[in-house]
């Protein structure tokens, strides 16, 4: 990872560095004090947004477009998710709106299914994770669950079809976003639902902006085209 930062010029160090404090300042806020981490939380998504809006100008638009998308959504479930009270499924909701604009936007650099094992890979991963948490799933929760799990899988597995496709620092960091997402959603949903446990908070927050910030850093990184196979 850091190898494909440095050797990008489009996302300059202040960039990453300000996205890191303020992940770490809502981190700390998570344990210590509420305001800091309202305050911080949606901060730290916008931060890459705003990275992304501001040196990600010559990728593909709608490619960009669709990231943007993304983490604007996620932005919005990042709200849902630490207000008070159970707004679990609008957060739940956001992210699902979000993961189908990255997958949108992934789907541009390489064709449905143009590679089959990362789909096959991710789902197996993903029966692995429901397998875990079903017994513990409230029973309204269960179809919405499966949805968002089966879409953040594709998201992910499309992710790394891209990057078998045409393999580029761009698609190479898109497809470890993805990854780190489904380990940060995994984490979420078996510390809500079946083992908290007590680093989870950093865990999920860690994992997460991680996540975004390699799929930001896709829209940063010259790609050099469409893939042979892409749509």
């Keep these: 990872m850091n190898q494909m930062v440095d050797n990008s010029m489009a996302a300059p160090r202040a960039w990453l560095t300000a996205?890191?404090?303020?992940?770490?300042l809502a981190i700390a806020g998570a344990y210590a004090s509420p305001?800091?981490?309202?305050?911080?939380?949606?901060?730290?998504?916008?931060?890459?947004?705003?990275?992304?809006?501001?040196?990600?100008?010559?990728?593909?638009?709608?490619?960009?477009?669709?990231?943007?998308?993304?983490?604007?959504?996620?932005?919005?479930?990042?709200?849902?998710?630490?207000?008070?009270?159970?707004?679990?499924?609008?957060?739940?909701?956001?992210?699902?709106?979000?993961?189908?604009?990255?997958?949108l936007g992934l789907a541009r650099r390489a064709r449905w299914f143009a590679r089959g094992w990362p789909y096959l890979g991710y789902a197996l991963l993903a029966g692995a994770v429901l397998s875990v948490l079903w017994a513990h799933l409230p029973g309204d929760l269960r179809v919405p669950v499966i949805v968002y799990v089966t879409v953040l899988a594709a998201m992910a597995a499309q992710a790394a079809v891209a990057?078998?496709?045409?393999?580029?620092?761009?698609?190479?960091?898109?497809?470890?976003?993805?990854?780190?997402?489904?380990?940060?959603?995994?984490?979420?949903?078996?510390?809500?639902?079946?083992?908290?446990?007590?680093?989870?908070?950093?865990?999920?927050?860690?994992?997460?902006?991680?996540?975004?910030?390699?799929?930001g850093l896709s829209v940063c990184t010259p790609h050099p085209g469409k893939a042979p196979h892409a749509a």
């Design 19 to 24: 996205v890191a404090v303020a992940a770490l």
């Design 35 to 103: 305001w800091l981490h309202y305050l911080f939380k949606p901060l730290t998504t916008l931060l890459i947004v705003a990275m992304v809006w501001r040196h990600g100008r010559a990728a593909e638009p709608g490619y960009r477009r669709a990231i943007v998308i993304g983490l604007l959504l996620s932005t919005c479930g990042d709200v849902f998710l630490m207000l008070p009270g159970d707004w679990f499924v609008f957060g739940l909701g956001s992210f699902l709106c979000a993961h189908i604009a990255y997958l």
């Design 163 to 215: 990057w078998r496709c045409a393999r580029s620092q761009s698609t190479a960091l898109a497809a470890l976003g993805g990854a780190f997402f489904v380990a940060s959603d995994a984490t979420l949903a078996i510390d809500r639902f079946a083992a908290p446990f007590g680093a989870a908070p950093a865990v999920v927050l860690a994992t997460y902006w991680i996540a975004q910030t390699l799929i």
